[in-house]
């Protein structure tokens, strides 16, 4: 499985994808968001592939999230499955993933 670091940054990374995962409509409150302002490469790769299948009409499930991924890069990991399954079933609230984008979006304090 894919670990994190736990700070608030990479939490409302995790809440921005999942929100999108179990409810794709909500591409609207976070479109403007782009694969590099995610932290991660892998949440920045996730985020890709949802709008991708997002703008071609289809379901982004992680199913199809994961299919899209392994188009990119040519190798799976059944870890990175997983890590998909558990954003997915994450306790979130979808409709405030404005709230999360703009809580990933925030500078980090020191």
Do not use: W
Not at 14 to 35: E, F, G, M, T
Not at 48 to 53: G, H, M
Not at 74 to 99: D, I, K, M, Q, W
Not at 101 to 108: D, Q, W, Y
Request: with cysteine; net charge positive; hydrophobic share 40%.
């Amino acid at each position: 499985m894919m670990r994190f670091e736990n700070d608030r940054k990479t939490r409302a990374e995790q809440k921005v994808l999942a929100s999108l995962l179990q409810d794709n409509a909500q591409i609207r409150h976070c479109a403007h968001l782009v694969p590099r302002d995610f932290s991660h490469d892998a949440h920045g790769m996730i985020y890709l592939a949802i709008r991708k299948l997002i703008s071609e009409g289809k379901a982004a499930d992680c199913v199809s999230v994961h299919t899209v991924m392994h188009n990119y890069r040519r190798t799976r990991s059944a870890g990175e499955f997983a890590y998909l399954c558990t954003l997915n079933n994450l306790p979130v609230l979808p409709r405030h993933v404005g709230f999360y984008a703009a809580a990933m979006l925030e500078p980090v304090r020191l």
